[in-house]
């Protein structure tokens, strides 16, 4: 299988939080949270992607532990970058 393990739902997943994001209401009444939505769909996005990738056998993630690890870093920083 090429590609597609769930569906490419990176990009609607990515879309959403984006959406949530730049909604001009919750950007203005919630601006940290809106940063979070914007940063946090673009890593989800990008780490669904790679595991989509890795799940249906088009590349591979070489060492799953730290590529666990690296992402909760990258989710870690996203959340107190905020703060």
């Known amino acids: 299988m090429?590609?597609?393990h769930?569906?490419?739902s990176?990009?609607?997943?990515?879309e959403k939080l984006r959406?949530?994001?730049?909604?001009e209401e919750v950007a203005k009444r919630f601006p940290p949270?809106?940063?979070i939505f914007l940063e946090f769909g673009e890593l989800l996005g990008k780490t669904v992607h790679?595991?989509?990738?890795?799940?249906?056998g088009d590349s591979s993630?070489?060492?799953?532990?730290?590529f666990s690890y690296d992402f909760i870093r990258k989710l870690k920083?996203?959340?107190?970058?905020t703060d």
């Open 33 to 35: 949270t809106a940063k």
């Open 6 to 8: 769930w569906d490419y």
């Open 61 to 66: 993630v070489e060492h799953d532990e730290l």
């Open 50 to 56: 790679a595991l989509d990738w890795d799940l249906s």
């Open 77 to 81: 920083k996203i959340i107190n970058d």
């Open 19 to 23: 959406e949530v994001g730049e909604d």
């Open 10 to 14: 990176q990009f609607t997943i990515e």
């Open 2 to 4: 090429s590609g597609g």
